[in-house]
């Protein structure tokens, strides 16, 4: 597609649950990363993907937290057991290298 | 630790008078700088950038300045329009990481 595509664009779930969320980026885009950005907060950075390199998991706010990218493409970012802090708008970007982030339309996760 | 910090949370400005919107950093080592746009349930998208080697970049109606020694950097938009009006998202890099760190943003609404 022509833009980073993010699924769903809603989600409610109750606490306790398990989410995945997807993330479908530009085509040829090498590098993936996943922010979040709570309500009054900027854009967290929760973890990149970069080719086949080892993703940096480095903002990830606790082991609930995991991404995978399959096949260099597509990435799932799944929260295990969701609380109410994790309510965010979840955001994906893709880029080539040197060029800026182009970002989805995010996720917005409410935990109730 | 904010390392990017956007202390106006909202500005107000008339049609056709300029916006400034301002964005200071803690962190020395960033060497690049970026303004990203963003309207209700869409992505950000990207504004205009500056490289720390220059003290000025322009776009059209958009000019960013950047102060190092001040760690300071803003974004004037001139004339201001009614379509301006969304949520300013300030952005740090640092050459060899791949992550950008953002401010919590301003929301500018021009008022026609």
């Known amino acids: 597609g022509a833009g980073v595509s993010q699924s769903p664009s809603n989600k409610v779930t109750e606490k306790g649950k398990d989410v995945e969320l997807r993330c479908d980026p530009i085509?040829?885009?090498?590098?993936l990363y996943w922010y979040r950005q709570s309500l009054g907060q900027g854009l967290e950075f929760l973890i990149y993907?970069?080719?086949?390199?080892?993703?940096?998991k480095s903002g990830l706010p606790s082991d609930r937290f995991s991404a995978e990218r399959t096949g260099g493409s597509v990435s799932t970012l799944t929260i295990q057991r969701t609380q109410q802090e994790d309510s965010a708008v979840y955001l994906c970007?893709?880029?080539?290298?040197?060029?800026?982030?182009?970002f989805g339309s995010g996720t917005r996760l409410t935990v109730v | 630790d904010q390392q990017v910090k956007q202390n106006s949370p909202s500005l107000s400005v008339q049609e056709g008078r300029i916006s400034i919107l301002n964005c200071d950093y803690t962190?020395?080592?960033?060497?690049?700088f970026l303004w990203y746009k963003k309207y209700p349930a869409e992505g950000p998208t990207f504004l205009i950038s500056?490289?720390?080697?220059?003290d000025k970049n322009e776009d059209g109606r958009f000019t960013v300045f950047l102060n190092k020694s001040a760690k300071h950097l803003s974004l004037h938009i001139v004339p201001s329009q009614p379509g301006d009006s969304a949520v300013y998202f300030c952005?740090?890099?640092?050459?060899?990481?791949?992550?950008?760190?953002f401010g919590k943003g301003t929301k500018l609404t021009v008022n026609p």
């Open positions: 970007a893709s880029r080539l290298i040197n060029y800026g982030y182009t």
């Open positions: 085509s040829g885009h090498t590098a």
């Open positions: 993907f970069q080719g086949n390199s080892a993703p940096d």
């Open positions: 962190n020395s080592m960033f060497d690049y």
């Open positions: 500056i490289s720390s080697i220059k």
């Open positions: 952005a740090a890099g640092q050459g060899g990481s791949e992550k950008l760190v």
